[in-house]
């Protein structure tokens, strides 16, 4: 079982790492300007899957007021197949109804 929630700022270090496991990172992009600037946004798309106090997956989600879109989806590779993406993806549009 796994439990969804917001980005906390302990987990910079674990995002990345994650990201680099699942083969999301571009030697174009500085991660943590793209993370710093997303949680400049305040707007709570930025979503964690955790199981026993280990970040499984991610996904970064945007709205600019009529689009909603999906970045960086990310699912440790042990853990696919599982149901946790559709969790995470679930969760983003039921935040951006709101």
Same mark, same amino acid.
């Given at each position: 079982?796994?439990? @969804?929630?917001?980005?906390l700022?302990s987990? *910079?270090d !674990? %995002?990345i790492a994650?990201?680099?496991l699942?083969n ?14 997303? @949680?400049a946004?305040?707007?709570r798309?930025f *979503?964690? !899957? %955790? ?6 997956a991610?996904?970064m ?14 699912v440790?590779?042990d853990?696919?197949?599982?149901g946790i993406a559709?969790a ?5 549009k039921?935040?951006l109804?709101?």
């Amino acid at each position: 079982m796994f439990i @969804l929630r917001p980005y906390l700022e302990s987990d *910079l270090d !674990a %995002v990345i790492a994650l990201w680099e496991l699942c083969n999301l990172i571009r030697p174009w992009n500085n991660l943590e300007i793209d993370i710093f600037r997303k @949680l400049a946004q305040q707007d709570r798309l930025f *979503l964690f !899957a %955790v199981k026993d106090d280990q970040l499984i997956a991610s996904v970064m989600g945007g709205y600019d007021g009529h689009w909603g879109w999906v970045n960086d989806l990310a699912v440790h590779p042990d853990l696919q197949r599982n149901g946790i993406a559709t969790a995470l993806i679930q969760q983003l549009k039921k935040s951006l109804k709101h």
